[in-house]
């Protein structure tokens, strides 16, 4: 049975705890390229769907990047941007005969993808003594739909497009406080990605690493561990939920 | 064993619910005095509770209606404006020795209410077949531990404090439908109440009355029943589960 006061004294005063969840509690890679290779069998298709899959999510920083340095333009969410997104990389490869409703498929395919192993386990018991929430770039939809899919039982779905701000600009950190009714000390960011965890720091949230070291696949370049001063460094979402005394 | 063909056709092309909820989901009247007498006795303090309750409930709607005829003042929330007509009927009323710790938790008790009997089974099923959330005009933090208190499983938190438009302004139904990717009328609005339903159902959402005639106690004087040509209309909801197919 864990230590419920030496556990509240690894975050002391944290009452919220809010979640990165592309790579942090979801294996994006992995699930879409199962998920499309095997909607491109049933359909006849054929393409390369792990560097389809790679690609894609290499056009995701900087297309979020456009929108927070357009502010003037108006927020774009990330079905859309995923959508401009997948048009652009399906033209420039050899994969012929892309329908509408194929498009409209594809790009749901990030509604739909599969938690780590420890995720729905770690977030069940962090629950009970926590609110817990992702604070993702992904759209309220796309969250909501991947909740149902995948298990995940948030307590509530905060997302980059209630602030109309993408992380990691600062308007997304602390408008969760704010909505929350909590201090940003009393908010702890969760995220597999250092610089997520330095702009939470930043506006003053309490930090905690959670290593993903094969988010990427064979691509993967960083975070293969923490780089920051964070709150807490912990190997999963069951660590997190051990050490919180959950 | 409900006949799901049948009942889905009952709001057909519906995909989310959203629940009004101070007078749909919990019962705050019984709730408040219960928890404030509780709380008046253990701590000394003599007054007339249940009047208070009303009074404080009377200036709920002509304190959101300010904010709404003033949006040049920018948006308040229902904790301040709870806590600031608190403060003048506490004021006005023979009740002494109120303390700011006092204020605090009594004005919390809007976050402690207790829901109505069928209220957490009833959400529970429909939650296997349909997205479900509150859109309330109370903000996320009183929500969120609402649901934390009373067991509500939402799948979200949407709140006027989102759309910064109190109910009934349009932007808080179609803000509703926006965040969920849906168009309106693949949402339902569930209340009590038939004004909620009546701008609802102006905006293209479809509709559910959901009779509480014991809200307001002996001082009911409206919403007995359904006063409008609505989608549905349920004895409560775990009828509402009952004639969705859930």
Request: aromatic share 20%; proline share 5%.
């Given at each position: 049975m864990p230590d419920r006061d030496a556990a509240t004294s690894s975050a002391p005063g944290v009452k919220a705890l809010l979640f990165d969840v592309f790579g942090t509690v979801v294996d994006w890679r992995g699930s879409l390229i199962a998920d499309l290779s095997a909607w491109a069998q049933a359909r006849g298709l054929r393409g390369d769907w792990g560097a389809l899959v790679d690609a894609?999510?290499?056009a995701y920083v900087p297309s979020m990047d456009e929108v927070r340095r357009h502010p003037e333009?108006?927020?774009v969410n990330l079905d859309a941007l995923h959508r401009q997104s997948l048009e652009r990389l399906v033209a420039a490869q050899p994969i012929e005969g892309f329908t509408e409703a194929d498009f409209d498929h594809v790009n749901r395919g990030w509604h739909r993808l599969d938690p780590w192993p420890d995720s729905v386990s770690g977030l069940t018991r962090l629950k009970r003594k926590f609110i817990v929430s992702p604070l993702s770039n992904g759209n309220v939809a796309l969250l909501v739909d991947m909740a149902k899919h995948a298990g995940l039982p948030w307590d509530l779905v905060l997302?980059?497009?209630v602030f109309q701000h993408?992380?990691?600009d600062p308007e997304s950190y602390l408008g969760a406080a704010r909505l929350l009714g909590l201090q940003p000390a009393e908010v702890m960011m969760v995220a597999a990605h250092n610089n997520d965890l330095e702009a939470a720091q930043d506006c003053g949230l309490a930090t905690c690493f959670v290593p993903r070291p094969t988010e990427y696949g064979p691509l993967q370049k960083r975070d293969f561990k923490a780089e920051g001063?964070?709150?807490?460094?912990v190997r999963d979402l069951d660590d997190?939920?051990?050490r919180l005394g959950c």
């Open positions: 894609w999510r290499a333009r108006g927020f997302s980059a497009e993408y992380k990691p001063d964070w709150t807490l460094v997190l939920a051990d």
